[in-house]
């Protein structure tokens, strides 16, 4: 099992640029995140799907930032425009069974300028 | 609403010793789940494990072990003769209903000196 897959692993951008970070879920996962990880916040959650359907996105900052999951094998989540602080680690994270664990992404490490 | 206090922001021990760290969490459901995660150097989120709340057994896992305590709304971790590789950040954290995110708490940062 390759576990769940983000890229990049590190995005570099300058301010008013469009970001858009890339997660592939364990294959027969059905539930996928994603969180946001800063020094001052710690651990947030952005966003979950179940099925390929947005299911809480209450935690998504602004509209500056979006969401999808295509297919039950690939979600984006895109910031447009960046601003520095959206510059942080984002992690991608898929669990299987209704009960079972998450399984995070390396995460990506965005930094904005 | 659901919560979760890692109330140890660092630890510093010396090689050897035991560790506990503490971690308390609040929610009105019945059902619930209770996690422990590992953040090495390297940064990935490593699985621990996993509690629901009808179980209130303590587990033990090698050096690792886990004490769970309703009444306290408590769910501690214990390293016993810690190593320099369990240098880490590590969260507990909150599933108030199956299927759903967890809700993580801050974090203790361990470091274990040789």
């Known amino acids: 099992d390759a576990g769940v897959i983000q890229s990049p692993r590190h995005e570099v951008t300058e301010m008013g640029q469009e970001v858009t970070l890339r997660c592939k879920p364990i294959s027969g996962h059905n539930s996928l995140f994603w969180y946001r990880q800063t020094m001052m916040r710690g651990l947030e959650l952005l966003i979950y799907f179940n099925n390929n359907v947005p299911i809480d996105d209450s935690g998504m900052p602004e509209d500056r930032f979006s969401a999808k999951m295509p297919n039950a094998s690939f979600s984006t989540l895109k910031i447009q425009p960046s601003e520095p602080r959206d510059s942080a680690v984002y992690f991608c994270a898929s669990s299987g069974a209704y009960n079972s664990p998450l399984h995070f992404g390396n995460g990506t490490r965005l930094t904005v300028t | 609403a659901q919560k979760v206090t890692q109330a140890q922001t660092e630890i510093s021990v010396v090689e050897k010793e035991d560790v506990t760290l503490d971690c308390v969490y609040e929610t009105r459901d019945t059902t619930y789940y209770l996690f422990w995660y590992k953040q090495p150097p390297s940064g990935e989120l490593v699985f621990l494990i996993r509690?629901?709340?009808?179980?209130?057994q303590n587990e033990i896992s090698g050096r690792y072990s886990w004490n769970f305590q309703k009444s306290t709304s408590s769910f501690n971790f214990t390293i016993t003769a810690s190593q320099v590789v369990d240098s880490a950040v590590y969260f507990c954290a909150l599933q108030y209903q199956a299927g759903t995110a967890l809700i993580f708490g801050k974090g203790t940062t361990l470091s274990v000196s040789s």
């Open positions: 509690r629901n709340s009808f179980d209130e």
